[in-house]
């Protein structure tokens, strides 16, 4: 059974940082690539990062570019989003996603497997 399990998620203030954390079991990380998205009540869920198998290659949303920072740790199955300089517009809950391919996934029908969410609240 596949699980993949967010950690990491509070309260911060405007111009502060958080580390999110997801935790894979039940597949082979280093099989997949692995996403963040984050979603706010009444909007759809969007794509945030996400890092190819091997962490050699990244994509990042407008939004995040240069603030945030997607990393991956194959054998502790474990995917990080490194969040800096947090805005009050950053607040949502954060999904961790694994999906099956060798490419950088930015879609959500692209992602085969979701975590649960962490909720990030930014104020200002």
């Known amino acids: 059974q596949v699980q993949l399990v967010e950690s990491g998620g509070g309260l911060v203030q405007a111009g502060g940082s958080l580390r999110l954390s997801c935790a894979a079991s039940?597949?082979?990380?280093?099989?997949?690539?692995m996403g963040w998205f984050r979603q706010v009540p009444g909007k759809e869920r969007e794509f945030v990062a996400t890092?190819?198998?091997?962490?050699?290659?990244?994509e990042y949303a407008d939004s995040v570019k240069g603030r945030f920072t997607i990393s991956r740790d194959n054998a502790k199955n474990m995917v990080y989003l490194e969040m800096n300089s947090l805005k009050p517009e950053d607040t949502a809950v954060y999904y961790c996603?694994?999906?099956?391919?060798?490419?950088?996934?930015?879609?959500?029908?692209?992602?085969?497997?979701w975590g649960q969410g962490t909720q990030v609240t930014v104020s200002s």
């Open positions: 890092i190819t198998w091997n962490g050699r290659n990244t």
């Open positions: 039940g597949l082979t990380a280093s099989s997949y690539a």
């Open positions: 996603a694994a999906a099956y391919t060798a490419l950088r996934p930015m879609a959500r029908n692209e992602y085969h497997y």
